[in-house]
């Protein structure tokens, strides 16, 4: 890699590091470049080589976060390795945990911290539906027609979300390999399946 090009990488995962710390201490609307700046360790100049203010860079990391896991349906032949459902639960279960395990302070800063945007959860909700609808229309596998589809969905996708972070909130979650086995028992037994007669 190059000097320069490790340089910028360090610079803004300072600045991101910064950013996740003021947003937790003072609340994103509160908060100034020169706070990010001071936390980073960094001159205002050098923010701004990167990012035209503090929204900016908000959206940027947003949209990394976006591109990311659009992606993880795309790499390593999510597509044409997965052979069932349980294929593509497995291999996109394994995926996700892991990638947001690593983006852990910033997904919880943005949902339950004062991020200041509340879109950022039903931006990311609606990419995992769009996507695994994909995959699953490729895979020929459809939905009952039991109850109305936007339901099973909103179930699927909201129970997953709402799980995934409960667990990141954790003091000490699981590793990702061992959530995602945890989902993987969530997708394939019912709720009152779980429960049993002493």
Known sequence: MHQNDLRVRKTRAKIKRALIETINEKGFGNLTVSDITEKAGINRGTFYIHYKGKQDLLE?????????????????????????????????????????????DFILAMVLGNGDDPMFYHKIKQILTRELLKRMEYLGIKMSDEIPHEYIEEYAIGSMLNLSIYWLEKDNPEPPNEFAKIMMRTRTKAPLAFASKE
């Not at 294929?87 to 279960?93: A, M, T």
């Open 60 to 104: 940027q990391l947003e949209e990394a976060i976006y591109s990311d896991i659009v992606q993880l349906f795309h790499d390593n032949g999510t597509i044409s390795s997965a052979t069932s459902y349980e294929d593509l639960n497995r291999q996109f279960f394994q995926k996700f945990s892991a990638y947001i395990y690593g983006e852990r």
